[in-house]
């Protein structure tokens, strides 16, 4: 059973944008923080960014800040990670998660599901 899936990787040149999406066919979003990660090669996972289902709170890692932004849909039950101006650095496996700690300057890393994760690829 899948449930949780991420779509929207692929690659992309420095400078350019992707979206990422989170969906879930078995979890209401709404009803529990969010969270997305990332592993990029020979490093260990990272919490990117996550919002909090209670008060909509979000939180960034600092690399991420003004260049990503986490929101959702209802109504599509998708929660999605716009990500600008990215760089090479942002080369990693991308990992959308539920059920863990968001705070304002905190993410969990024991979160209860998790997706398969997207690959993204920033390259000239």
């Known amino acids: 059973q899948v449930q949780l899936v991420e779509s929207g990787g692929g690659l992309v040149q420095p400078g350019g944008s992707l979206r990422l999406s989170c969906t879930s066919s078995?979890?209401?979003?709404?009803?529990?923080?969010i969270g997305w990660f990332r592993q990029a090669p020979g490093k260990e996972r990272e919490g990117v960014s996550c919002?909090?289902?209670?008060?909509?709170?979000?939180h960034y890692v600092d690399s991420a800040k003004g260049r990503f932004a986490i929101s959702s849909d209802k109504d599509k039950n998708e929660v999605y990670l716009q990500m600008d101006s990215l760089n090479i650095e942002d080369t990693a496996v991308y990992y959308c998660?539920?059920?863990?700690?968001?705070?304002?300057?905190?993410?969990?890393?024991?979160?209860?599901?998790w997706g398969q994760g997207t690959h993204v690829t920033v390259s000239s």
């Open positions: 998660a539920i059920g863990g700690v968001c705070g304002s300057g905190h993410m969990g890393t024991r979160w209860d599901y």
């Open positions: 078995k979890f209401d979003l709404r009803y529990t923080a």
């Open positions: 919002i909090r289902n209670h008060d909509g709170l979000t």
